[in-house]
């Protein structure tokens, strides 16, 4: 198994807008890690996170588009963070509405060679209309009080990852069990083995 980068793209915060928050890593005290550091890896996020279907045509996705994704995405990294921590979010509301309110892109089944049927855009991909799908997953979340209810910080000590717990019990500590769950087993075997 390969080991998890500080670097690496994550799509296991069991929601669209939670995925997208979690491009942007580390303990708010510390310096961010930016997983978003070009447009390949918007391209990447984009189809990694089932926005676009795998095999869109992406040359139209540039600095414009990562620029846009980055600031929806610190819009609702504030937003999430606010409303984990118990408070209300305020203003930043307003902008998820309005980020939410454009009509999002149109899917149609396609038959390939094959004959197996497979998702494709109607048109080609648009910058608004896919934040707006990203906006309505959050608008979504935000409303849903038992997914409210689920939402999670990480506990690793360098991760700000905010995901839903959907374990038995809601006793979920780590954002994965595999990159913070082990950063934590090895830390703590660590310490035992130094007082040993």
């Known amino acids: 198994m390969a080991v998890a980068s500080a670097y ?19 303990r708010l005290s510390e310096a961010p890690v930016e ?12 189809v990694g996170a089932g926005l676009v279907p795998r095999g869109t045509a992406l040359d139209i996705v540039d ?7 980055r600031a929806a995405r610190d819009l609702l990294h504030r937003i999430v963070h606010t409303e984990v921590e118990g ?10 509405n309005a980020l939410a309110a454009t009509a999002p892109p149109a899917v149609r089944a396609v038959r390939t060679a094959d004959g197996t049927l497979v998702r494709r855009l109607a048109a080609g991909p648009d910058c608004g209309a896919l934040l707006a799908q990203v906006a309505r997953d959050a608008v979504e979340l935000l ?34 069990s595999e990159v913070c769950g082990n950063r934590e087993r090895v830390a703590r075997h660590r310490r035992r083995v130094t007082r040993a």
């Open 8 to 26: 690496d793209l994550r799509f296991d915060s069991g929601r669209l807008c939670l995925d997208l928050v979690a491009t942007v890593g580390g």
């Open 35 to 46: 997983r978003l550091d070009g447009v390949e890896r918007l391209r990447a996020w984009l």
């Open 63 to 69: 600095g414009s588009w990562l620029a846009r994704f």
């Open 87 to 96: 408070r209300a979010a305020g203003a930043d509301l307003e902008r998820v």
């Open 143 to 176: 409303t849903d009080p038992v997914a409210r209810g689920q939402l999670r910080q990480c506990e690793g000590e360098t991760c700000s990852l905010v995901y839903l717990d959907t374990s038995r019990g809601r006793r979920r500590r780590w954002c994965s």
